[in-house]
């Protein structure tokens, strides 16, 4: 007897320039959802401005959405940096990607992390044992990542098993806002968006945004 084939999912990503191509992140057999928005002129010149400094910005804020007094913590995001010019439209814009990112999951705690890189903090292909993952990045490279197939997934995190030439690797701009599912998602074990931190130059830094649905 000759048994049927086993389909297997037909894992995908998507694009557009509207946020509302956010929300297909919940769709079966996608594990990328790229919101492909042209930063405000005003936030990446702060942006910029803030890296130009040179100074270190690494902050951690865990979020409960129901807790009022949890959210008032976003303003005090980069306080320190709070008189440089675009500083609280900087702010507005983190405030609206955490309500967008909380209604699009009904998340309840929300992991915050806001770092200033110079140096790429995760330099091999990779997939993240998290259900979903926000990446935006204000200043600097964007984060890299692969379609499906470019690499044996058994191999993740071996330098010989990576793609050399730059047309394999997808780019997120910055600016662009990137909805990754990881490991743990229901029904995407196997199929985390396999991505890394891209190579930065000397001198170079990223300011990158990343949140993380913790409940």
């Given amino acids: 007897m000759i048994r049927a084939a086993i389909a297997q999912p037909v894992i995908h990503q998507v694009s557009g320039c509207s946020p509302e191509i956010l929300t297909r992140i919940l769709d079966n057999h996608v594990n990328l959802a790229l919101w492909e928005r042209q930063l405000p002129v005003h936030i990446a010149d702060f942006a910029a401005l803030l890296l130009s400094l040179g100074e270190p910005l690494s902050d ?3 979020l409960n959405t129901s807790d009022e007094r949890s959210i008032s913590l976003i303003p005090g995001l ?6 440089l010019e675009g500083y609280e439209g900087f702010i507005a814009d983190v405030g609206w990607l955490v309500s967008a ?10 992991g915050l ?5 110079d140096k790429a903090m995760c330099p091999r292909f990779h997939v993240d044992h998290v259900p ?6 204000y200043a600097g490279p964007g984060s890299q990542w692969l379609k499906e197939g470019l690499i044996e997934r058994r191999r993740l995190g071996q330098l010989t098993s990576e793609p050399t030439e730059n047309s394999k690797i ?6 662009e806002v990137a ?26 830094r990223r ?8 409940a």
């Fill in 207 to 214: 300011l990158i945004l990343t949140l993380d649905w913790l």
């Fill in 101 to 110: 990112y909380a209604c699009l999951l009904g998340a309840k705690r929300i």
């Fill in 132 to 137: 979903l993952r926000l990446i935006t990045t």
């Fill in 170 to 175: 997808e780019h997120i701009n910055v600016g």
């Fill in 113 to 117: 992390r806001l770092r200033a890189l």
């Fill in 179 to 204: 909805l990754l599912k990881g490991e743990k998602w229901q029904g995407n074990e196997g199929f985390g968006l396999i991505h890394r931190s891209p190579a930065v130059k000397e001198g170079e």
């Fill in 78 to 83: 980069a306080s320190r940096f709070h008189d």
């Fill in 60 to 62: 951690a804020i865990i």
